[in-house]
């Protein structure tokens, strides 16, 4: 049976139509009134999406103007390889990096002593009142080898230092040079002009000791001073110098002692600077301070360490300790609290306390002939590599820094004079390790200074029985150094070459070698057991190699 609504829907069926219409009606009015009840919910959803479309279009743009309009800065090609020659010159064992012409690209700076500089300048010793020939340093591009700027700046050389600060921006250098027979100027690494040149107070007679110091700004005027060491008959004396105007301050004072180069400024962990300097078969050393106060008269702002001085008091030579053999070469290297000394004597290898200067630990019946480099062995463990013993017997050792332990160790011949090692950081925190030794390590007793090659080794500690002959020199090799020539991409070596004599002129070369690109054609030299890969795959692990800064 139909309920009573169906019933009157199909008796009145027009009544329906007209209650359904005012229905929905009835709805369509609440609708209406809800919309208005809500319109700022809605406006805000309007507004949220025009500044999305609005931020999505200027992104776009932005984009749109930076990859297509606006140039992106052309990234200089640098050279695999480049070489520059100078003839009828000799040069010095000096070379120093950095970025001169700002392309992020590593430059070089070297010196060389000629009649005339080359057709880059056309410059000429008498330009600057010198007599020929002369020295000159000289910066060239690590990317291509061409000259940046030359010019003459001393009759003969006896120190450079190219990493001094400069006061104007505080972020280029200057190259400051002692010059023989008496001056001192400083050189604005950018463009080469000079910034200050001033007549030296050396006497006649003094030798100047290497290296020179930079000491914290005692006259006041921003820029770190200059600490020049000089030796006259038994007797060491110290010269301060303005690091922004080269003036002298104060006058000559003495250390009372007689040393050695390979001098070294220490901090102590209380804040006080010393000289340290090898004298004979002891460790000198003279307080900063004490040097301030004795050529100026005046209080100095430097500190003194108790510690130090109670033990330099009982001492009427100003001697910190005895060594065993002759103080060859000596340290500053990284230490649990602060920095540690690392002392070579020419019979032991001892490890300093940087404070108590008491050993960590010592390497006894070595003839080292080289002053140590650092690197990593271990991952992020820092590892020194000695050079013990010269000739046939020379044998390179890789020592763990914190404990002395051997960690590796290797006969590989040179005669003495040979190149240094270096070593490169890699990116798996270890480093790549750069060797010099003779060409032919088996007939090494049949060979000739005269006519022997110089090899270059790569060693890496992840291949402890492999060594890879990177490439052969029969020239006389007066520097070398490798490093990145650009962050994390581009590893290379620079050798400077030419007579081994100073006063017989000769061919005087620069060359820059990508390490990457020798390793194709090196010759795998296998330490025992090599292990069972092939040649070539090893050549292909030296080739992924990455390097990082």
């Known amino acids: 049976?139909?309920?009573?609504?169906?019933?009157?829907?199909?008796?009145?069926?027009?009544?329906?139509?007209?209650?359904?219409?005012?229905?929905?009606?009835?709805?369509?009015?609440?609708?209406?009134?809800?919309?208005?009840?809500?319109?700022?919910?809605?406006?805000?959803?309007?507004?949220?999406?025009?500044?999305?479309?609005?931020?999505?279009?200027?992104?776009?743009?932005?984009?749109?103007?930076?990859?297509?309009?606006?140039?992106?800065?052309?990234?200089?090609?640098?050279?695999?390889?480049?070489?520059?020659?100078?003839?009828?010159?000799?040069?010095?064992?000096?070379?120093?990096?950095?970025?001169?012409?700002?392309?992020?690209?590593?430059?070089?700076?070297?010196?060389?002593?000629?009649?005339?500089?080359?057709?880059?300048?056309?410059?000429?010793?008498?330009?600057?009142?010198?007599?020929?020939?002369?020295?000159?340093?000289?910066?060239?591009?690590?990317?291509?080898?061409?000259?940046?700027?030359?010019?003459?700046?001393?009759q003969d050389v006896a120190l450079v230092d190219c990493a001094v600060p400069r006061l104007s921006d505080g972020k280029s250098s200057a190259c400051v040079l002692v010059g023989r027979p008496s001056s001192l100027t400083a050189v604005d690494l950018l463009t080469g002009e000079t910034l200050w040149s001033q007549p030296s107070s050396f006497g006649g007679n003094a030798s100047v000791l290497s290296p020179l110091l930079q000491v914290p700004d005692v006259d006041g005027d921003g820029a770190p001073d200059l600490l020049i060491l000089t030796r006259e008959a038994t007797q060491v004396s110290g010269y301060i110098y303005s690091g922004s105007t080269g003036r002298q301050i104060g006058h000559r004072g003495s250390l009372g002692v007689d040393g050695d180069s390979g001098l070294?400024?220490?901090?102590?962990?209380?804040?006080?600077?010393?000289?340290?300097?090898?004298?004979?078969?002891?460790?000198?050393?003279?307080?900063?301070?004490?040097?301030?106060?004795?050529?100026?008269?005046?209080?100095?702002?430097?500190?003194?360490?108790?510690?130090?001085?109670?033990?330099?008091?009982?001492?009427?030579?100003?001697?910190?300790?005895?060594?065993?053999?002759?103080?060859?070469?000596?340290?500053?290297?990284?230490?649990?609290?602060?920095?540690?000394?690392?002392?070579?004597?020419?019979?032991?290898?001892?490890?300093l306390d940087g404070q108590e200067l008491t050993p960590r630990w010592t390497l006894g019946e070595v003839q080292v002939m080289r002053k140590p480099i650092l690197g990593h062995y271990k991952p992020d463990t820092l590892a020194v590599v000695i050079e013990n013993g010269t000739g046939t017997d020379r044998q390179i050792l890789l020592l763990d820094l914190g404990s002395g332990a051997v960690l590796w160790s290797q006969a590989l011949p040179s005669f003495p004079g040979g190149p240094p090692s270096a070593s490169l950081p890699t990116a798996d925190h270890r480093s790549a390790f750069l060797f010099w030794g003779l060409h032919e390590l088996a007939s090494t007793n049949e060979m000739e200074p005269r006519v022997a090659q110089h090899s270059l080794y790569m060693f890496h500690p992840t291949l402890p029985s492999v060594l890879l002959e990177l490439v052969n020199?029969?020239?006389?090799?007066?520097?070398?150094?490798?490093?990145?020539?650009?962050?994390?991409?581009?590893?290379?070596?620079?050798?400077?070459?030419?007579?081994?004599?100073?006063?017989?002129?000769?061919?005087?070369?620069?060359?820059?070698?990508?390490?990457?690109?020798?390793?194709?054609?090196?010759?795998?030299?296998?330490?025992?057991?090599?292990?069972?890969?092939?040649?070539?795959?090893?050549?292909?692990?030296?080739?992924?190699?990455?390097?990082?800064?």
Request: hydrophobic share 40%; net charge neutral.
């Open 264 to 351: 070294l400024l220490h901090v102590t962990r209380t804040g006080a600077h010393y000289i340290l300097l090898p004298c004979a078969s002891s460790l000198c050393s003279f307080s900063v301070k004490g040097l301030y106060e004795r050529v100026t008269g005046r209080e100095s702002p430097f500190k003194r360490d108790p510690l130090w001085e109670s033990m330099l008091n009982t001492s009427a030579t100003r001697q910190l300790l005895h060594s065993s053999g002759a103080v060859r070469y000596l340290m500053s290297v990284p230490g649990k609290s602060g920095q540690d000394l690392l002392l070579v004597s020419s019979e032991a290898c001892v490890l």
């Open 473 to 549: 020199i029969s020239a006389h090799i007066i520097a070398f150094d490798a490093l990145l020539f650009e962050p994390s991409r581009h590893a290379a070596y620079v050798l400077l070459t030419g007579p081994a004599s100073p006063s017989v002129p000769g061919l005087v070369s620069v060359t820059k070698h990508k390490v990457r690109d020798l390793v194709p054609g090196s010759r795998v030299i296998r330490l025992g057991d090599g292990g069972p890969d092939s040649d070539q795959a090893i050549r292909d692990r030296f080739s992924r190699l990455r390097y990082r800064s």
């Open 1 to 154: 049976m139909m309920d009573n609504k169906d019933l009157e829907a199909e008796i009145h069926p027009l009544k329906n139509e007209d209650r359904k219409s005012q229905e929905n009606l009835g709805n369509r009015l609440k609708n209406e009134d809800n919309l208005k009840s809500t319109p700022p919910q809605t406006r805000l959803s309007r507004c949220r999406t025009v500044a999305f479309f609005l931020s999505l279009f200027t992104c776009l743009f932005v984009v749109f103007v930076v990859s297509f309009i606006i140039p992106c800065p052309d990234r200089p090609e640098s050279q695999r390889m480049w070489r520059i020659d100078y003839n009828a010159a000799v040069t010095y064992d000096f070379l120093a990096m950095e970025d001169i012409n700002r392309d992020r690209i590593q430059d070089v700076v070297f010196l060389y002593k000629n009649t005339n500089s080359t057709d880059n300048s056309n410059q000429s010793c008498a330009d600057e009142g010198f007599s020929s020939p002369c020295a000159f340093v000289a910066a060239v591009s690590g990317a291509n080898g061409s000259v940046l700027w030359e010019r003459p700046v001393a």
